[in-house]
């Protein structure tokens, strides 16, 4: 028999069913509250939107051959029988007994606390009765600055009241955050409009003629006009029902239980909240539920134990991180503390180590927790300690690089499939159950990936990553056809100076290859310096968008990007384009690389559109290649009061050197002329920021899907240096990445970091320098116009037509008016293609 | 089955050494928007719809050809999904497949059946 139905009580039937108890066991469950269990810890967000259903814990189905009555608590129990009567009259025999009948919020004793208008926070009910007070009043108060009582002001400002927190103690949450979080916590707390008043001790609720909330009043200072007030001034254990069969309580509250879970009498369990644990009240959910596992485990007999439990707590209040674990106020003794504060940011961080640093104790985190999932696996010692922990709560600042963290570090609960909602957890418990071991099976299995595809890389490095973790040899295959990674095959097509697909397929793959294969060794043949990418073999390589050099869109068109460099373009450059856009029927729009897009184009309308292009003096920027695209820059000292160099001259620079440059992903680069950061260069592939002495080099940035800050490789380089770096950097990184791996993944997988990094561009370890710049200086030396070349050439242009056998263009592609221009119409808007061309 | 079985009309579309290998191109043959390829290193002749039923659009002659064990196949060049060169069928997803059409060359000319 189980005496209530709440987040632990409905974790124990969980653990019980888990355990197969129902074949020896007659499970009954009684509730108090009229609803099955549900997610107390979400409550709040019932006033923004969440449903009840929504936040309900109990799937339907979940409790067949369980018998549960609701609205119906036990009101006694008759140990000497081992018998209990609920409130309705029920009566159970039992042969164990779990109480989880939770706590109750404490409501001070003050005049005027039972008053129409004063609330508690703790059941769906409560929320629906302050819901339906609050309608048409203004103001509301929390008595509380716990972790419930900030939970609670949540819940009013969602309801739109003016909300004010009163706290008895000098500061918010204190029983998890130290004086500086609490300060910043209180800071990020007013900026959302809710005031604090903290060192306040309400004394009494004034009440109006009618009897209704009308004010509260102080030990100290002035009356606070308010309409509603709830109490959150902790909890109390419910343990009246064991008080009255004569179990042993604790002096302050709560059922006494063994490590076992189990009361003064054996065969009654207590757990959650109403339990006295370990010596202490657990008043945290995953104590809780750690104490459920205990009990169903005893009961069918077990001999689990509950010796304590962690109070670690990591939660969003109001949209902002608050975080603490371990020893936060550094209680053991030679516990030493780290402070990061940061009052433009409001980021507070405070790391307690002991052991001279060597060991993680504990911590504090307000409005950045990112570090916070590592810190605890550190001071759990389920993680090894870094040397200098203390660079895991620093931000990114010169010679101290974030420490390399790849997919193991992602949280399981993070999206990794946004299409689908896939988390990695569920990815990584159906690698697990299913014994997965391709893509393939993860896509069927989980649906990541199947949406747009762009997770696929990430969901890829999971996979491996789990294989690696579970033993079974990781095979980095590029595909079927080569039983080699990019890396090796870059390295064979290198030494053997093999110049096709064809002669490398035959020489060291099988089968005919396939849409993985081909375009990877096409960019390798590429960036060693084969020039035209679309003569002879080549052209069977590419991918389309590679093939018609331009970017294939959702219904068979393309879209074109002439190169823009650094962003930089004349007004008759402008003018061309716009004549080649209304031409040619082209919807237009800017770029976030600082260009033009031009969308809509048929195939056989490219050679015509780059033609004007061309004449106007421009040329292909590279969009559809995973190549160079665009190095985005602002107008540095020629124009702003605060540029310290010409950025955009060197942003100009940057981008005629590396244009065509194939890699294994696309590039993008930045130069900012300050360290105001326009161009936002620290988002890039690679990113330069000028300085009074010169030029600081970032690496391995990104933004899109995973966003990283890259991380600082030199400084004050003057510009001949930065350029050597560069070349070396980008020829490195093309030489050693997978296939489809952006700079910033490839920098998470590298050992050693940006040390090993610096040792290889700036100190030249490896001994490959000189290589790599002259690999460089091939590439500048042979670059051409890939459109340019296609339209002075007939040959070239005559695979632009839309068929082999006929002029006319592709009727299927269709487009609708919208806001002044046209896009594509969707499948359901137009005739299907045979019916166009009957 | 989609694989044409019963031709009506064979039409007359382009002559073989129009094709360049393992890359494909689309015909118009009677209402229909047929892919073709020839592969190499063999020579064969394959002919497809042109008509990607994953995105609905007609680009399937513009994907990357190759093999999936012995399977000569296509991925369209939108979604990546791959389709069997001889038969049509999908080999990512067994439930979809698109119109297969029998292609053959007589006197070097490409000639493609239609229903």
Redesign the interface.
Known sequence: MVAGNGMVGHKLVERLLDRDATTDWDIVVFGEEHRPAYDRVGLSSLFSGTTVEELSLVAPGAYDGIELHLGDPIASIDRDAARAVSAGGRIVTYDALVLATGSVPVVPPIPGHDQPGCFVYRTIDDLDAIRAYADGRRVGAVVGGGLLGLEAANALRNLGLVTHVVEFAPRLMPVQVDEGGAAALRTLIEELGVSVHTSMQTTEIVTDADGHVAAMRFEEGDDLDVDLVVFSAGIRPRDELARGCGLEVGERGGVVVDERCRTSDPLIYAIGECALAAGRVWGLVAPGYDMARVAADGIVGGDATFTGGDLSTKLKLMGVDVASFGDAFAATPGAETITYSDAVTRVYKRLVVGDGGKKVLGGVFVGDASAYQVLVQMARGDMPTPDDPARLIFPDVEGNAPLAIGVDAISPTATICSCNNVTKAAICSAIAECGLTEM?GVKTATRAGTGC?GCVPLATELLKDELRKAGVEVRNDLC??FAYSRQELFDIVRVHRIVSFSELLASHGQ?????I???AVASMLASMGGGYILDGEQ???????D??LAN?Q???SYSVVPRVPGGEITPDQLIAIGQAAKEFGLYTKITGGQRIDLFGARVDQLPGIWARLIDAGMESGHAYGKALRTVKSCVGQTWCRFGVQDSTSLAIQIELRYRGLRAPHKLKSAVSGCTRECAEAQSKDFGVIATEQGWNLYVCGNGGMRPQHAVLLASDLSSDLLIRYIDRFLMFYIRTADRLERTATWFDKLEGGIDYLRSVIIDDTLGIAAELEAEMERHVATYECEWKATIDDPERVR?FR?????E?P?P?IVKLPERAQHRPA??HEKP???EV?? | MSVIERVTTWIEVCAFDDLVPDRGVCALVGPYQVALFRTSPDDALYALSNYDPFSGACVLSRGIVGSKGDTPKVASPIFKQNFDLTSGRCLDDPAVEVMAFPARVVDGRVVVGVP
Do not use: M, W
């Open positions: 393939g595809g079927e056809h089968g005919r290859g396939c849409e294969c081909k375009p052209a069977t390589l590419q991918d389309t968008n093939h018609f294939l959702r219904d068979g695979r839309s068929f082999i056998n006929d006319r592709d299927t969707y499948p299907t293609p045979v061309l009957q």
